[in-house]
């Protein structure tokens, strides 16, 4: 059992310690746990919010050293793992580029995300309004022209949460197996692999990201997953993986991925 999407209260918008969260998943029997806190995220535009959702940079050192201490600290007992979810946004690839730089040899591996389109983060109920002057449609054709971009910096392991939009269960009137096809080509085309999230069974949408449908397609072109729970407080983490496993053994997966050093490490379903 792994899970490789947790946060802490440092985000400021999840609660627990890193080590509250190591302990429960040592509770719920997690042979591995990846700590990939919200990366400092100032970068982004206005009026998104930037201090609700990340750590300022000043602090991410501490944070990692921070996750060091637990390493050792539970070594035999559970491994943790360093990780990191970027916010992708493209005017900004060469700030997140030179912030990255003097944490590349601590990290076991990064997540990719696109939460912020234009200006605003489609996952937060404050910019709901927003759905409805750009249009859905118009949202999921951003979001997907976005991750395609993100996949080809090559600075990612994991895109996470892939089909995002849906989350509040704004569903598009057109076909978007083409787009997602080409993202899917993209994140092949980078090594990465696809996070099975389970957040979103705790969301208006009621799915996991991505969906069935999606995972089917990752299967068909080779890629492989990860899991995660996304976790934004200790009882979160873990969340659904049961059911979600079962899933991904009837949809045809054999093996999920965890990540060490920046390597893939395979382990059975
Ligand atoms: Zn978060
Ligand atoms: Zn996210």
């Known amino acids: 059992m792994m899970d490789m999407h947790v946060h802490t209260y440092r985000c400021k918008h999840a609660k627990g310690t890193a080590e509250d969260m190591v302990k429960a998943a040592l509770q719920k ?159 092949k085309a980078a090594h990465m692999v696809v996070e099975v999230n389970t957040a979103g069974l705790r969301k208006p949408v009621k799915e996991i990201y991505p969906s069935r449908h999606i995972l089917e397609m990752c299967l068909e072109k080779g890629i492989k997953v990860t899991l995660g729970s996304d976790a934004h407080a200790p009882e979160e983490i873990g969340y659904a993986f049961d059911e979600t496993r079962a899933l991904l053994k009837e949809i045809g997966f054999k093996t999920l991925v965890l990540f060490k050093k920046r390597m893939q490490v395979p382990v059975k379903l």
Not at 56 to 61: C, S, T, V
Request: net charge negative; charged share 25%.
């Open 29 to 187: 029997k997690i042979a591995c746990i990846g700590i990939n806190e919200h990366f400092p995220m100032t970068y982004l535009p206005d009026p998104v919010p930037v201090h609700d959702y990340a750590m300022d940079l000043n602090e991410f050192p501490v944070h990692l050293k921070e996750l060091k201490t637990l390493q050792k600290k539970y070594r035999g007992q559970i491994d943790v793992r360093i990780g990191a979810e970027v916010d992708y946004y493209e005017p900004a690839i060469n700030t997140i580029t030179q912030w990255l730089e003097p944490f590349q040899t601590d990290f076991d591996y990064l997540y990719g995300s696109v939460h912020v389109v234009t200006n605003w983060a489609i996952d937060d109920d404050k910019f709901l309004n927003r759905w409805d002057q750009v249009g859905v449609d118009a949202v999921y054709s951003m979001y997907y022209e976005v991750l395609a971009k993100m996949a080809k910096t090559r600075l990612f392991n994991v895109v996470g949460h892939l089909d995002l939009p849906k989350k509040f269960k704004k569903i598009p009137t057109i076909d978007f197996d083409g787009k997602i096809s080409t993202v899917l080509d993209a994140v």
